[in-house]
T-cell receptor, first 115, second 114 residues
Framework: AQSVAQPEDQVNVAEGNPLTVKCTYSVSGNPYLFWYVQYPNRGLQFLLKYITGDNLVKGSYGFEAEFNKSQTSFHLKKPSALVSDSALYFCAVRRALSGYSTLTFGKGTMLLVSP | EAQVTQNPRYLITVTGKKLTVTCSQNMNHEYMSWYRQDPGLGLRQIYYSMNVEVTDKGDVPEGYKVSRKEKRNFPLILESPSPNQTSLYFC?????????????FGPGTRLTVL
């Protein structure tokens, strides 16, 4: 069975500092990896995904994520955090297939950016 | 505007009273899905649909029904709701059914069953 671990329930960072939200995964074969963000009282918004190619993926709002196959990780990063980045972040994995495969989410990490 | 809509956004009901949460997308997406979000558990898939009249169970289907009579609509039906179905529900859709396709989510429906 595939799974996603987000080891930190909450990450605190000061505005202007770099941020990292950690994600590790387990899946048979190759993964497709996704990051979503959920702002209060809103649905999930897609940030970025890794399908193939360059291990560093750039996404919306200045976020990026690095795929590391040997460490089975896909950590989300941003060079300079904003207070408006405060939200709940979800990592998700799918088994890389030509057809359908289940999307499995982690439990989420709350990011709090202080002024 | 391309979007996934859900109604109602908030619902308080009592045990056993049948309810339907509607989901509609205007992007001509083939794939639609329902998830529930519970604290500490992330999102778990309830049901999904690969196309009209094609539905299948996700990880937590018990107590739920779905139908896909039209491509744009994918209602979630709770025929006899129970308190353990109190949760935040999300509908999602994607253009195709491939593993690489990005799913786009609706705004959510917060359901409380008393």
């Amino acid at each position: 069975a595939q799974s996603v671990a987000q080891p930190e329930d909450q990450v605190n960072v000061a505005e202007g500092n770099p941020l990292t939200v950690k994600c590790t995964y387990s899946v048979s074969g190759n993964p497709y990896l996704f990051w979503y963000v959920q702002y209060p009282n809103r649905g999930l918004q897609f940030l970025l995904k890794y399908i193939t190619g360059d291990n560093l993926v750039k996404g919306s709002y200045g976020f990026e994520a690095e795929f590391n196959k040997s460490q089975t990780s896909f950590h989300l990063k941003k060079p300079s955090a904003l207070v408006s980045d405060s939200a709940l972040y979800f990592c998700a994995v799918r088994r890389a297939l030509s057809g359908y495969s289940t999307l499995t989410f982690g439990k989420g990490t709350m990011l709090l950016v202080s002024p | 505007e391309a979007q996934v809509t859900q109604n109602p956004r908030y619902l308080i009901t009592v045990t056993g009273k049948k309810l339907t949460v509607t989901c509609s997308q205007n992007m001509n997406h083939e794939y639609m899905s329902w998830y529930r979000q519970d604290p500490g558990l992330g999102l778990r898939q309830i049901y999904y649909s690969m196309n009209v009249e094609v539905t299948d169970k996700g990880d937590v289907p018990e107590g739920y029904k779905v139908s896909r009579k039209e491509k744009r609509n994918f209602p979630l039906i709770l025929e006899s709701p129970s308190p353990n179905q109190t949760s935040l529900y999300f509908c999602a859709s994607s253009l195709r059914t491939g593993a690489e396709d990005t799913q786009y989510f609706g705004p959510g429906t917060r359901l409380t069953v008393l």
